[in-house]
């Protein structure tokens, strides 16, 4: 059953604390990407990748980081950093090739306690 | 340049009427243009994309109109049902693989029974 899977689907964290929200492809796409969505404001890009071992900043990526070390995976940790971090996570991902036709995957809904 | 603005913020429609939702944009760059469609608490499903060579796309009850010269696109539900309740998103990308998707602020649709 090809698809995005995101995990966990609910995260509560306390402040000061870091998170890793996991998010995994098997459709063989290359690129995939980070958005955090908040009521009234569409989706923001945090961060993206279009190769492993490589990533770039998106347009709100301070107090987040991520890596790639397997095409399939690209986890997103959530620091400390991060000033207001209840929001909603989706994870994104697309052929290369292919238009910007990205896929997203369930999302994370993380709440800072 | 950047933006996507997108309206109106909320639709409120009958069971068996047209739902339309409008988008602008101003970067004459742009040349992708997806809708997206997202139920609570799930990521955002690919729902229609047009390029701009064509001025309408049609797929079942879902159509795309694209006005090149005023640089606006709007999504039309046709014979709207309550299932088709949901917010929608308008997105737009620059040519190229590696750009960016910019995303609208959304639009909550009810569709009454």
């Known amino acids: 059953d090809g698809g995005i899977t995101q995990s966990p689907k609910y995260l509560f964290r306390k402040e000061g604390q870091n998170v890793t929200l996991s998010c995994e492809q098997n459709?063989?796409?290359?690129?995939m990407y980070w958005y955090r969505q908040d009521p009234g404001q569409g989706l923001r890009l945090i961060y993206y990748?279009?190769?492993?071992?490589?990533?770039q900043k998106g347009d709100i990526a301070e107090g987040y980081s991520v890596s790639r070390e397997k095409k399939e995976s690209f986890p997103l940790t959530v620091t400390s950093a991060q000033k207001n971090p209840t929001a909603f996570y989706l994870c994104?991902?697309?052929?290369?090739?292919?238009?910007?036709?990205?896929?997203f995957g369930p999302g994370t809904r993380l709440t800072v306690l | 340049q950047q933006q996507v603005k997108q309206s109106p913020q909320s639709l409120i429609v009958q069971k068996g009427g047209i739902s339309i939702i409008n988008c602008a944009y101003e970067n004459t760059a742009f040349d992708y243009f997806p809708w997206y469609q997202q139920f609570p608490g799930k990521g955002p499903a690919l729902l229609i994309a047009?390029?701009?060579?064509?001025s309408e796309k049609k797929e079942g009850r879902f159509t795309i109109s694209f006005n090149k010269s005023a640089k606006q696109f709007s999504l039309h539900i046709m014979d709207s049902q309550p299932g088709d309740s949901a917010t929608y998103f308008c997105a737009a990308s620059k040519g190229g693989a590696t750009n960016k998707l910019i995303f609208g602020t959304g639009t909550l649709l009810a569709v009454q029974p």
């Open positions: 047009i390029r701009p060579d064509v």
């Open positions: 994104a991902s697309k052929w290369q090739s292919s238009y910007n036709e990205q896929f």
């Open positions: 459709l063989n796409h290359d690129a």
């Open positions: 990748s279009q190769i492993v071992n490589d990533f």
